[in-house]
């Protein structure tokens, strides 16, 4: 999960996308929402099967 959550941070902070004027999501982000903080590009990712497998009391 530390692997994802790595390259999940490098694509949403760094890595410019050339469809979208070579900006990174979080330059498009704060473009359409100036008040957004980075805490909402940055949760955490989720592992479905861990959560299949979790048993619900």
């Given at each position: ?39 909402a ?17």
């Open positions: 999960m530390q692997k994802a959550l790595t390259y999940q941070t490098f694509f949403n902070f760094q890595r410019p996308d050339s469809y979208k004027e070579n900006k990174t999501p979080w330059q498009l982000a704060k473009e359409k929402c100036p008040n957004l903080q980075e805490e590009l940055l949760l955490p990712p989720v592992d479905p099967d861990a959560l299949m497998n979790k048993k619900v009391a």
